[in-house]
């Protein structure tokens, strides 16, 4: 869904981004498909809301399942916690590489990945704006570090 890589994964973010791929989180993976579809609704009901909110959803209906997606989703957390690590340690290897111009924009753009009061959509719009009103030069400097 989204052009460019957000860094902050909210538990939200990454089961509202499954469910736009029609795929379906890895805490589900085998689970019944009424449990698959409820938990589609809830992030269809919520995908507009900002990311704060859809983990308060996914955590509360989450809560209502059984032992094993939650034991599931205890581990996807874990998981999800992990990426967000090796992804700052990344990003930080990158910035210092960065050019001033390239820093400035990261700034930017790493802010609205840290909004919680934004919805992923927003979050992708808006880095995507600053992204496509970048000189060459620098977008193409950003790319070549997103892509390790």
Excluded: R
């Amino acid at each position: 869904m989204f052009k460019y890589a957000i860094l902050f994964i909210s538990l939200g973010a990454v089961a509202f981004i499954a469910a736009q791929d029609n795929g379906v989180p890895p805490f589900l993976a085998g689970a019944p498909p009424n449990v698959v579809s409820s938990f589609g609704a809830l992030i269809q009901a919520n995908a507009n809301k900002p990311d704060s909110e859809i983990d308060k959803a996914v955590e509360a209906w989450v809560a209502t399942q059984d032992a094993s997606i939650k034991t599931k989703f205890a581990d996807f957390k874990k998981q999800v916690h992990q990426m967000n690590s090796e992804a700052e340690k990344a990003h930080q290897a990158a910035l210092a590489k960065f050019s001033p111009e390239a820093k400035a924009a990261d700034q930017k753009m790493s802010a609205i990945a840290a909004n919680g009061a934004l919805s992923p959509q927003q979050k992708g719009e808006q880095i995507d704006a600053i992204m496509k009103s970048l000189p060459p030069s620098v977008k193409s400097e950003i790319e070549k570090a997103m892509q390790g």
